[in-house]
């Protein structure tokens, strides 16, 4: 049913969003050297590595960590970074991930391939048994600013309350943190 649920929104909504993808991905090219997009090593359901796309708003060459792991994040941002961020159109390009099977719109945010610190803790809760989501709990409970025990916490709560009724509320409190730019620390 969840993955139903995923096609259904996942097709309309490349769709609608076509033109907004084409013009953000004109304005990365217009503003930095490099591809429009990143594609990141990412840690899928049941610990499986796939390839996830973003819109890219760091500068090529940027060390491939979590973002809270560099000095001085903004110095890698590229021109329109920060906006792209706080916006979160960064997140787009990530519905082929979607249509591909390799993610849901509900579930735990997908690690990178070397955040053995979260990868471990979330295999310890079960966490890992889900297909990571565009959005998630831990997500609309504090996104950037959770620490990794906090944000596991979150997604094991996730596991135990999931629901085609919770994910539609992640989804509306996802909007509403996106339209309030909330909880995005770079």
């Known amino acids: 049913m969840k993955r139903l649920l995923d096609l259904c ?30 594609w990141s090593d990412r840690v899928g359901r049941c610990n499986r590595i796939f390839y996830m796309p973003k819109f890219r708003s760091m500068r090529t060459g940027t060390p491939a960590v979590a973002t809270h792991l560099l000095q001085n994040p903004e110095a890698w941002l590229t021109p329109i970074g920060a906006f792209l961020r706080k916006t979160s159109l960064d997140e787009l390009p990530q519905l082929w991930s979607i249509l591909a099977g390799d993610m849901s719109f ?7 391939f070397n955040q053995d610190d979260l ?10 048994e889900l297909m990571p989501g565009l ?34 509320h992640i989804l509306w409190l996802t909007v509403v943190k996106v339209l309030k730019r909330d909880g995005v620390s770079h």
């Open 119 to 128: 990868v471990a803790l979330r295999t310890e809760r079960g966490v890992h």
């Open 135 to 168: 959005t998630g709990w831990a997500q609309v409970n504090g996104r950037d600013e959770l620490p990794i025990p906090q944000k596991v916490a979150l997604d094991a709560e996730y596991l135990l309350r999931r629901s085609l009724l919770f994910d539609i």
């Open 9 to 38: 929104l996942a097709v309309p909504a490349a769709a609608v969003l076509a033109l907004p993808l084409l013009m953000v991905a004109i304005a990365i090219k217009l503003t930095s050297p490099g591809p429009v997009l990143y």
């Open 106 to 112: 509900v579930g735990p945010r997908p690690a990178l």
